[in-house]
């Protein structure tokens, strides 16, 4: 048994990591699922997020609001700033490319991160700042069972409740309300959508605002985890290998894509990385995400892209 | 006023289908290309005006072509085969380390044999790294090259056979000797820059005028509709990958020797990777005169926001440029994308067609 103990800790630790990478792949997925649009930026506004609530909530707690008080008062001036960057994104950027190829709108964002990024750094400070939002300290469970019993991080469950109710809302959204429908009906098809009179700036907003939200909810929990500094916006591109594996229109793929990374990065770097030179972290969720795409281009749960000419 | 063809007629299929058919290009070209080659050095020599620092060399000149270069290769792919990469980095990683092991390892091989074979090894790795190209497209083939910058950033940091076990793992150049001529000075590694940009960009150019660049371009705009015409996606995307990567790769190669003479792991990381990707985007995609153009603004924005409010004494942080070169490069690149999706060298089209008819318009 003993074999198994630390097998499972990582396994779990692992699996639990994997859900904070599917708090940033929900941004990506929302936003392609409903625009079409291949958001890069979604790192970006992660970043923006948690540097918005980090330094307002100093702010606010350096003048003698209860903290209570004062994370409300951060979280909703983070949405505020959120809601502002949804709008200048929609006016000044993807409004005007309206009907562009997917590329063009995909390196657009490219060029969206970037002013993000710097005009994010350039509002709010570039050092790292420490969030502590959620219990940081861990849990030692089935120590009966296991000599050492398992390490378990309360942050990383915290992480996978709140990815759970995220995903079981944004389901909710999509499937049930009117405003949900408009957003796959765009996703479809930008003219045949405008075509019967739904309102496309509107939608793209509103989109961009929950992917900024769900933004700034992946900034308190990896904020809580690494502070809010600039190594964040790197997790977008983590965030990729698991929309790849999870595919990139499926709410559900992006939780397991992310299950599926986290687990195996990790598991990979203890049982395969000391004998190659370790550090493989830092691209084994890539590489497996290139070994899914030759198998199964569309992920597991994508939906197959059928062309024509 | 000047820039008219009249009277210039053509009588062979040859004349029309030149890389410039109009005299006066032909005669800009050729003064461009005497100030590069034998002007500068000139002045460099005199030490004349801002040419008898090194500066301009080592900041300006030598890395401006040397990305350039990588920018051609990147453009092949991206630009005329319409296949996105984000790993430009590693493949210049792949040149350059690939060229330092020729080197220290046989010794007994010509530099620049050393540099074409590292471009080799760089392709090779492209045609592996371009198989998935041929199930996935677009932004699937993004994750997949960013596989590959990834990958190589962890080999060259690891594995410390490429950098010789060094501890550090910073490696230095050898001697830069071609066949006799040993390249020292500033001015005499831009010579040696110099030449290799031309010669890749005349043959880059011819081949993207040829059967296989129309291949690459017609894959580019619709690839199921190539594919009915007759064109092998398999050959046209692999050798789009293998060239690009062969270029990025020598590219690497004489970033490393030539420009930084020694390097770390790190320095083609996923920043080396965008930056290629906004010279090409900004430049224009698709264009040989858009990389040059690309790399010029890419290389030269963060120098003019560090260089001007110092010399107006307006005091402005170091952090505060890096910020603001983040802002107005991702401003440009939307700004480019909206207004005119070709880039510079579309803009540079425009211009000129305006100017066949100035001043008077009608």
Known sequence: MEGLGPFFEVLIGGLLAGVLYSLVALGFVLIYKASGVFNFAQGAMVLLAGLALVRSLDLLVANGLPFEMAVVGALLFAGAIMAVSAWLIERYVLGPLLNQSEMTLFMSTIGATFIIEGAAQMLFGSDVYPLELYPTDAWIIM??????????????????????????????????????????????????????????????????????????????????????????????????????????????????????????????????????????????????????????????????????? | MLYREAGQFKTTYAADMAILPIRQDRIALGILLAIAFIGIPLLAEFEIGPFGHDYIFKAILIPFLILSLAAIGLNILTGYCGQISLGGGAFMAIGAYAAYNFALRVPELPLLVSILLAGGMAALVGILFGVPSLRIKGLYLAVATLAAQFFFDWLFLRVQWFTNYTPSGSVNAPQLNFFGWVVNTPAERYMLALMFVTAFAIIVKNLTRGNIGRQWMAIRDMDIAAELMGIRPLYAKLSAFAISSFIIGVAGALWAFVHLGSWEPLTFNIDRSFQLLFMVIIGGLGSILGCFLGAAFILILPIFLDQVPHAMGIPVSVETVSHLVFIITGALICFLLIVEPHGFARLWAIAKEKLRLWPFPY
């Open chain 1, 143 to 309: 120590d009966e069972v296991f000599p050492g019993g398992i390490l378990i991080s309360k942050l990383d469950v915290w992480g996978g409740l709140i990815a759970g109710i995220l995903v079981a809302a944004l389901a909710a959204f999509f499937q049930w309300t009117r405003t949900g429908r408009a957003l796959r009906a765009v996703a479809d098809d930008h003219a045949a959508a405008q075509s019967v009179g739904i309102p496309i700036s509107w939608i793209w907003f509103v989109v961009w605002l929950v992917a900024g939200l769900v933004a700034v909810v992946a900034a308190t929990v990896w904020g809580t985890k690494l502070g809010v500094q600039f190594s964040i916006t790197f997790l977008a591109l983590k965030a990729l290998p698991v929309l790849i594996i999870g595919g990139f229109t499926s709410i559900p793929g992006a939780i397991i894509g992310g299950l599926i990374i986290g687990a195996g990065e990790k598991l990979a770097e203890i049982y395969l990385g000391p004998h190659i030179g370790g550090g493989i972290e830092y691209w084994f969720a890539y590489v497996l995400a290139l070994a899914v795409l030759l198998v199964r281009p569309q992920g597991l749960f994508g939906e197959r892209i059928i062309e024509r000419i």
